[in-house]
Nanobody, 124 residues
Framework: QVQVVESGGDSVQPGGSLTLSCRASGAIWGKHCMAWFRQAPGKRREDVAALDNTGRTIYADSVKGRFTISKDNAKNTLYLQMNSLKSEDTAIYYC??????????????????WGQGTQVTVSS
């Protein structure tokens, strides 16, 4: 069993920045991927960014150039640096770790463990 806990959600003004963290613990395989998803009110959960052990990173078109995903392997902690935030970035952000997974389609496999989410609100 893998435990995943997100933190860092907050309310910020448009154009501002925020960094989310996701700490993973438990039975983590050597080969795994981690990713961020988000879900806005009334909308489906959508991919935001992902990375895997090869170092490959993937971003949704809507966040390319504004968000950066990174990982501290020693701490098993995933980060999402979010810059130039827009109102449409408002959502609950979820972190997922998938044992055996790749950045592409990370979070869609049967070995995916999800966090409870952290709220990000972008508003003036």
């Amino acid at each position: 069993q893998v435990q995943v806990v997100e933190s860092g959600g907050d309310s910020v003004q448009p154009g501002g920045s925020l960094t989310l963290s996701c700490r993973a613990s438990g039975a983590i395989w050597g080969k795994h991927c981690m990713a961020w998803f988000r879900q806005a009110p009334g909308k489906r959960r959508e991919d935001v960014a992902a990375l895997d052990n090869t170092g490959r990173t993937i971003y949704a078109d809507s966040v390319k150039g504004r968000f950066t995903i990174s990982k501290d392997n020693a701490k098993n902690t995933l980060y999402l640096q979010m810059n130039s935030l827009k109102s449409e970035d408002t959502a609950i952000y979820y972190c997922v770790l998938e044992n055996g997974g790749w950045a592409r389609l990370c979070g869609y496999g049967e070995n995916a463990d999800w966090g409870q989410g952290t709220q990000v609100t972008v508003s003036s």
